[in-house]
DNA sequence: CTGTATCCACTGCGATACTG
DNA sequence: CAGTATCGCAGTGGATACAG
């Protein structure tokens, strides 16, 4: 027998269960765990700022080289958004010019184990997906 | 000595080198794996359509009152992307009225550890959060 | 250097109506 | 039942100019 490798479902299994759970109480998008990761890092650029903060701190502009293609306006909005959210600290330096520093708080660093995971499955899974694709799109 | 543990590096750091890797190259965002994600479980009804097809194959219908406030059409959309990637696969019964029915492919089920990390990640974060922006927005 | 303000374009998405 | 077609809006984000 093999009890504990057989007790823990897959894990679609478990996703399935939290929510039937939720399915039972009268539906309120509020309070859904999914909508909360979508709001929190499924925009355009709050996981590259937190990517680009990964290894040490930073400051806007080094930020603003990492991703090239992010403007200002938009860097300066995530980052305030991660800062409200307790996971990016900053830090001002009363240089002249000014100097500002940004780094990953406790809890920003605890986003990358599940950030990690979710990329490597992209790259894992990139060519079955781009072949599935070209197969659906010539196929009548 | 304790070799193993101390060579594997923490998550931050994991990531920060597989991006710094790519940094070395001419910047190119369309093959960047952060964006890929993002574009492909990063809108606003992929994850919820995904975990409703977790436990068992669902039919249109039914696929909608698990997710009550999607649209018909945006459920259409994002059933087709899901098929066209290889996620999710389609049947039809030539019954009367018609009934079709999706299912999550081998390959659809693989996202689901990622993702359940994720929703596990929000789920634990959610009152620290919660309290940092109590205190971000209560500060001068 | 580190931002903010203003304006504008795009598009994701919802509402509604219609079809096999 | 399982969709598609058309329309319209609101929010997201880019460009530019300005400021401390």
């Not at 939290?18 to 979508?38: G, H, I, K, Y």
């Not at 709001?39 to 996981?47: A, F, L, P, S």
Request: hydrophobic residues 40%; proline residues 8%; glycine residues 2%.
């Amino acid at each position: 027998m093999e009890p504990v490798e057989a007790a823990v479902p897959p894990y679609h299994l478990q996703l399935a269960r939290m929510f039937a759970e939720r399915q039972t109480a009268e539906f309120d998008a509020t309070v859904c765990p999914v909508r909360d990761v979508l709001d929190r890092v499924g925009d355009k650029w709050t996981m590259l700022v937190l990517i680009a903060l990964a290894e040490r701190p930073r400051r806007f502009s080094e930020i603003n080289r990492t991703i090239p293609d992010i403007s200002k306006r938009m860097l300066s909005q995530t980052l305030r958004t991660l800062e409200r959210d307790g996971l990016v600290l900053r830090s001002v330096f009363p240089t002249n010019p000014p100097s500002v520093e940004y780094r990953l708080s406790e809890l920003g660093r605890t986003v990358f184990e599940p950030l990690t995971m979710l990329v490597r499955w992209v790259e894992r899974s990139h060519d079955a997906i781009g072949t599935a694709r070209k197969q659906y799109d010539t196929s009548p």
